[in-house]
């Protein structure tokens, strides 16, 4: 019911203007903290990427030089771009793949479902280091859990970790055991698609690949562009598997961006200069995120959009 | 809308603990009497070196009532937690402290406080003067010193017996050592003449290279070029390269992965180049091992590197006095004596620690025995932003045991990516 505020007695007017604010009230937690632990640094990173920022020290305003330097005097910039895109190229398409396969695994009618689901998505919520501790035992040259098994094949396995040639591959191999979070989505896609339209495309004659090609893909197309655009952030802003397992080596063939900019912050002592890689970081997230936005209306459909063939 | 008058009671609450939280969570002080001060001192220790050091506080706070020291252990984040307390202007007032040029502006020059008062001089005249000067930057002392090692060859006697070979003397030199991996190794078995980290630490190695005439920079620590990639540190590297390439030693580590002394450990290695921070391991494998000082390079003079710890005062302390008090009785010899995990920096103490003369224990010998070839400044002591340098460095290092490069062109990929944190 609307009413006028002018027009109501005073107790009455005060006490919906307070209603009002209610809401306000209630959000304003979750505001403060977003603005005291999230955005006021943001910004804060923001303005010190302009400056010198010596830990200890005095600061001194420098425009643009943390940018330029970057580009134009920082060999380990354009090197540590060059591995993370390596590995968010190897990495982001074997993610949805494999959280795909076994979405599908999962999706099919089977005993101890339940328990599967558990085990494929328990690594997903195993703290970070621990699961690097426990790959960087799994890949010892000499010793690992992993050349073991290889050797009872008869495979001779690489030194994992120390060998530049098969670092990157350790990486992709330790950061897909972790995707059981893009797992769940697909499944919990799979597990909306309509019967009908496979039942229908049963009574077509349609084989189980043309069904996959023509039903399956195009109704989780939506969730295909979710996964996709969070394997990419996740690619980027890897750091503890490379922190903890080899340190950017051997000879930086897992010198990770995100190493690169935490290094710079806390061995290089430079805050200014690794808030200026950190920004530079979420600008190529960003423009990548667009470009898949910008080509998602080829090959996302959302329900009720009508394509023509 | 009608609002409720308790719905107003919980919104006003739920603003109140929002508020309040944070100053709920700050880090507790214990209740003292006014008089008290409280000291927060940070250490790298964990285990067993740990329990030592708060041994020590607790004799120290007996005997000043006055004063209680909050330890903080900060474990392997140590350098991480110090950086983040510094930039935030809210330091420990006493830390255990090594990377000088880096942090000199926040900690207090000990040199007046010294001057002042002839029991302290008297006390410091007792520091080895080689470790003394290690706490030194830009001609200002930083630091008390507290422990130290050399770097110093174990080897395994098991296996020298085995290959009846005679056991490496002070003296020897890096033919010998390279002779004896060779004899020591044998891959089929997986045993190895040495073993040799995947990403050494160039402040370790840089003893190697002195040792073979040449240093990481030049002597006033602003220029690379010519040093770093001098024709004598790219033939030392080029000799470790040498050792795995020809499989007389093994390559080792890396972040978290089986160590070279952990291979040591389990008897696979012969020969292994480090300081004094396995020794705990060693023995509780029950090795049979010999400790000896490094090898030379034919011709020239052994120099040997000390990797020390320092106990700093941070300058933004508001409880200076304390600082300093707490600061003395670590270093002093009563903290030496207690420190079991630290070799102790002082003569007097190393004569007998426990009834125990490290400077003629065949265990402990090599490590001071090592201390007079001490003589070089160490590149981390002259390059402020040694942690960008020291990082481009050890990647050449990498690169030349790897394979991937010849010493000199590593050596000289690394000046040129490092001359722009020269200042």
Known sequence: MNMAVSSMRPRAARRLRWGRLTPYWFVLPWVVGLAVFTLGPLLFSLVISFFDWPIIGAHHFIGFDNYSTMFTNDPLFWQALGVTFKFAAIFVPLNLVSALLLAMLLSRPARGLSIYRTLFYLPAVVSGVALALVWGWVFDGQYGLLNYLLSLVGISGPDWLNDPHWTLLAMVIASLWSQGAAMLIFLAALKNIPVELYEAAGIDGAGRLMTFLRITIPMISPTILFNLITSIIAAFQTLTLALVMTNGGPVRATYFYALYVYQNAFQGFQMGYASANAWIMFLIIIALTLIVFKSSPRWVYYEGDVRGN | ?423
């Open chain 2, 1 to 423: 809308m009608k609002v409720h008058k308790s719905l107003r009671v919980s919104a006003a609450l739920a603003v109140a603990a929002a508020v309040m939280a944070p100053i709920s969570t700050a880090v507790p002080r214990p209740a003292h009497a006014a008089s008290t001060v409280t000291l927060r001192f940070a250490t790298w220790d964990t285990g067993n070196l740990l329990a030592f050091e708060k041994q020590l506080t607790s004799q120290f706070e007996k005997a000043n009532p006055s004063i209680q020291v909050q330890v903080e252990a900060y474990g392997s984040g140590f350098d991480e937690k110090m950086a983040a307390a510094f930039g935030a202007g809210d330091p420990p007032d006493v830390e255990y402290m090594w990377n000088f040029p880096a942090y000199a502006p926040g900690l207090q020059p000990l040199d007046s406080l010294i001057a002042k008062d002839a029991s302290v001089r008297s006390l410091v005249r007792q520091f080895y003067p080689a470790i003394l000067n290690y706490n030194r930057f830009q001609g200002k002392l930083y630091a008390l010193p507290i422990g130290f090692t050399t770097q110093v060859i174990f080897y395994n006697k098991t296996l020298f017996r085995a290959a009846h070979l005679a056991f490496p003397k002070n003296g020897w030199t890096w033919n010998d050592f390279a002779r004896d991996a060779r004899l020591l190794s044998h891959p089929g078995a997986k045993q190895f003449g040495c073993a040799l980290p995947t990403q050494p630490d160039p402040y370790d190695w840089e003893s190697l290279i002195w040792s073979n005439g040449g240093s990481w920079v030049s002597p006033n620590g602003k220029v690379l070029k010519g040093y770093l990639n001098s024709a004598q540190n790219a033939q030392a590297l080029d000799m470790m390269g040498g050792l795995i390439h020809s499989k007389a030693c093994t390559l080792a580590g890396g972040n978290n992965q089986l160590a070279p002394n952990d291979l040591f450990a389990a008897g696979k290695v012969a020969l292994e180049y480090d300081g004094d921070w396995p020794l705990a391991q060693y023995q509780a494998a029950k090795i049979d091992f010999g400790v000896v000082g490094l090898p030379a390079f034919p011709g020239k003079p052994v120099r040997d590197v000390i990797d020390q710890s320092g106990i700093a005062i941070s300058r933004a302390s508001h409880n200076q006095a304390a600082a300093w008090k707490f600061a003395l009785f670590y270093a002093s010899a009563q903290g030496q004596a207690v420190r079991l995990g630290d070799l102790p920096v002082s003569p007097s103490v190393a004569v007998n620690r426990n009834g125990l003369n490290l400077l003629s224990s065949p265990t402990y010998k090599a490590f001071y025995d090592m201390v007079p070839s001490c003589v070089n400044t160490p590149a981390s002591s002259l390059i402020t932003n040694w942690g960008k340098v020291d990082s481009n460095i050890q990647n050449a290092i990498s690169s030349v045991l790897l394979g991937q490069a010849n010493a000199q062109s590593a050596l000289n990929d690394a000046v040129s990516v490092s001359q722009r944190y020269m200042q």
